[in-house]
C-alpha cells in the first residue's frame, strides 16, 4: 500500500495565478522537475525523491490538452489563458484487505505556462479512507486520514 501511495504522489502537477495572457503549450516530450512538498498533512516519511521524470503532452488547442506520463494513465487538463487545471490526474481505491478499511488516493494537478514551452504549480495528493478500520490501515502506513499533500514541480519541451 506505501508503494501505491508513493507512486501517485509523483508526476506532473501545477499551480500559478493565470495573469489572462493566452498560452498555448506545444505538444511533444516534456520534462520536470520535482520540487518541495508542501502543506504536507499526511507526514508520509516513505516518499521518494525522485526528482525528475518525463511525460507527454498533446494539445489539440482546444482550451483542453492531455498528459501521458510513462507507465501511467493519460488525463485531462482544462486550459484558461495561462493556467491550467488537471482535477482527475489519478484516483485509485486501495482495498485494504485483511481489515475494513478501502483507501482512495485522489491526485489534482494545477499550473500555468510561462510560454509555450514551460510550465511551474504543483499537484495535490488527497487520502482518505471508509470502513471500520481506517485508523488501524493508517498506522500500518504510517498517515492520519483524511490527509493531503502537495508537491511543487517545474516542467519544459524537451522534443516536438
Known amino acids: 500500500m506505501k508503494y501505491a501511495m508513493v507512486l501517485l504522489v509523483v508526476g506532473l502537477g501545477c499551480g500559478g495565478d493565470d495573469d489572462g495572457t493566452p498560452i498555448q503549450p506545444t505538444s511533444g516530450t516534456w520534462g520536470y522537475l520535482e520540487g518541495d512538498v508542501v502543506d504536507d498533512t499526511c507526514h508520509y516519511s516513505a516518499r521518494p525523491d525522485t526528482g525528475l521524470g518525463t511525460f507527454t503532452l498533446t494539445n489539440p488547442g482546444t482550451g483542453t490538452f492531455t498528459i501521458t506520463p510513462p507507465g501511467e494513465t493519460a488525463f485531462n487538463c ?41 510550465a511551474s504549480g504543483h499537484q495535490r495528493l488527497e487520502a482518505t479512507c471508509t470502513g471500520t478500520q481506517c485508523a488501524e490501515v493508517g498506522a500500518l502506513v504510517g498517515v492520519t486520514f483524511p490527509c493531503g499533500l502537495s508537491v511543487n514541480y517545474t516542467a519544459s519541451l524537451i522534443t516536438r
Open 78 to 118: 482544462t486550459l484558461s489563458g495561462s493556467s491550467f487545471t488537471c482535477p482527475d490526474r489519478s484516483n485509485e481505491d486501495l482495498p485494504g484487505a485483511p481489515y475494513d478499511a478501502t483507501v482512495n488516493l485522489h491526485v489534482a494537478a494545477y499550473g500555468s505556462f510561462s510560454s509555450a514551452t514551460a
